[in-house]
């Protein structure tokens, strides 16, 4: 054989080829050596292709697996067998607490009673504060008004929570307090100008401070009842042990300084928050809003590793598990959390650098095929790394610090590993969270986002207590129906005290043109506004005072 004809055939499936292909008529000692000379050439590539790197992928004909694969950052993965049988419970997840509703709420929470328990979240010292600031706002902008009552407030905010219950949220107040049309609910309750004054008079902080709390804290102008909230929250409940971390997009598109755009959010625009649920109950219990620049993070801590490592620390040291999606999942964050023994189970993406190459790994592998690698921290294998071919061009790389070695369950159809499946069980807590306070949301048109925080904050509070009431009461009580009898007991009737907030209305008169002339020229703005003593109609820029009655500025002065 040539010279040309072994350095053209490398590959042993191209020299058998070729062996085939030689003609048969050759014969004599020539044909011996031509089949002797061929063999050994197969054997030389061979020894070749042993001779390979055995940390490198392999190749489109061979079926060996690497044993020890190495990332970008240095991250040495080595690969672990499938396992069948667990074994002993790893110390990380032995669960250390008394999971459902605490003494607190159980005291707290009376039979039929669904308000009792939206107490429990929506407290006298809220509702103070908020009354408080309310006044401050009324007393500096109307001085004839007479201030809100703690009772007016729960009423009003009964008004709101029906409007979500009713799905009227979108629907104009007049409409709501049309007498033919109308519920009755809402004007038996109050009068449309009372509603409607103590939505646009709401305050949640002090405005003498406000200045000077803004440049500390972005959130300021809600951040006290925010975090009364958050403290009522976590002070009735504790969760199960699967955890879910995500984030949810508050639609709001008032002039907020930090509005998130997320072209994948059914709304595009809103204010974002980072919530922690009980996957299993799907209960509230830690959330962070996002304001942008965090000036309290620590230098060199991305995001995604601080809001976790926030939202879960009143939960430290008890066993507890979190799921998360790829943009908080990385080896940083797991081993932070292993560190506080607390586990991790999410989707890591592939571009990070302590991630391995597995795509050429997975390309020639079957569909539902899977590989499992592992690391070590401390001395101990305890992160593992699932590479699954879900699809024809669609890898899934799923990060777990809670199985250090991972079953296959070749029962089901597509052969989902045991991280998988636990991953697709435990990271909807927030999605299902986020579409349950969206269908009965009572959020409304406003132009203030304290406003719209607050409404979130009454849709939060009204799940998380109709959470609360079926467990303490072990009533099958639907949430609707929870949700109508808060209104019922929120908006009692009180025929014991009259409740004036506004001065007496006079008759709305139809707009005219304005009838003050200015340098000889006459107004062409319209409005209902009527000097008393003059009974000249004057718009806005014209009016000398205006209190119960109205005085145009050439008979105030």
């Not at 002993?88 to 328990?117: V, W």
Request: net charge positive; charged share 25%; hydrophobic share 30%.
């Amino acid at each position: 054989m040539t010279e040309a004809r072994r350095t053209r055939y490398r590959n042993p499936e191209e020299i058998a080829r070729y062996l085939q292909s030689l003609p048969a008529e050759d014969s004599g000692d020539s044909e011996d050596e031509e089949v002797l000379d061929a063999a050994n050439i197969v054997q030389n590539a061979r020894e070749e292709s042993d001779e390979s790197d055995t940390d490198s992928l392999p190749d489109a004909g061979n079926n060996e697996v690497p044993q020890r694969m190495v990332a970008r950052d240095g991250t040495e993965w080595r690969r672990i067998s499938d396992n069948q049988n667990r074994g002993q419970t790893p110390r990380l997840n032995i669960f250390r607490a008394n999971i459902g509703p605490t003494s607190y709420a159980t005291r707290g929470i009376r039979m039929h009673s669904p308000l009792s328990a939206f107490r429990l979240f929506v407290d006298e010292p809220m509702l103070r504060s908020i009354q408080r600031h309310t006044n401050s706002h009324i007393e500096a902008t109307e001085s004839s008004a007479i201030p809100v009552t703690l009772d007016h407030l729960e009423k009003f905010i009964g008004l709101q929570i029906a409007r979500g219950v009713l799905c009227a949220s979108n629907t104009s107040v007049k409409a709501l307090w049309e007498k033919q049309w109308g519920p009755p609910i809402f004007s038996n309750t109050m009068s449309r100008s009372s509603f409607e004054f103590t939505m646009s008079h709401m305050r949640f902080d002090d405005s003498q401070r406000r200045q000077h709390r803004l440049r500390e804290d972005r959130f300021s102008l809600v951040s006290d009842i925010w975090d009364s909230f958050i403290s009522n929250c976590q002070r009735c409940y504790i969760p199960n042990t699967e955890l879910t971390i995500d984030e949810q997009l508050f639609p709001c598109k008032t002039r907020c300084p930090f509005t998130q755009y997320m072209a994948s959010k059914p709304d595009k625009f809103g204010i974002k928050f980072w919530f922690l649920v009980d996957n299993d109950s799907k209960y509230l219990f830690n959330a962070r809003p996002y304001l942008g620049r965090d000036p309290t993070r620590r230098p060199g801590t991305d995001v995604p590793l601080d809001v976790c490592m926030k939202l879960m620390q009143p939960l430290y040291g008890f066993g507890y598990n979190v799921t998360t999606d790829n943009y908080f999942s990385s080896l940083k964050l797991a081993n932070a959390l292993a560190e506080k023994k607390t586990t991790l189970v999410g989707t890591i993406r592939r571009q990070r650098r302590e991630v391995p190459d597995g795509e050429a790994l997975m390309k020639q592998r079957s569909l539902y095929d899977s590989e499992v690698y592992s690391t070590t921290m401390n001395g101990r294998d305890i992160t593992s790394l699932t590479i699954y071919k879900a699809k024809k061009n669609k890898t899934i790389y799923l990060l777990s610090t809670m199985h250090p070695s991972v079953s296959i369950d070749v029962q089901h159809s597509k052969k989902l590993p045991e991280t998988i499946s636990m991953y697709n069980r435990t990271k909807v807590g927030v999605d299902v969270l986020d579409q349950m306070s969206r269908y009965f949301t009572c959020k409304s048109g406003t132009r203030r986002w304290p406003m719209a925080v607050f409404f979130n904050i009454l849709d939060i509070s009204s799940i998380n207590a109709w959470i609360l009431y079926k467990e303490v009461t072990g009533q099958e009580i639907s949430r609707r129906e929870f949700l109508l009898q808060l209104v019922m007991e929120m908006c009692r009737p009180n025929e014991t005290q009259t409740q004036v907030y506004l001065p007496v209305q006079r008759d709305v008169a139809p707009r005219h043109h304005c009838q003050v002339s200015e340098n000889g020229q006459t107004c062409k703005n319209k409005s209902n506004n009527m000097c008393v003593q003059c009974s000249f109609f004057c718009c806005g820029r014209h009016i000398g005072s205006k209190s119960v009655t109205v005085f145009c500025v050439n008979c105030n002065n």
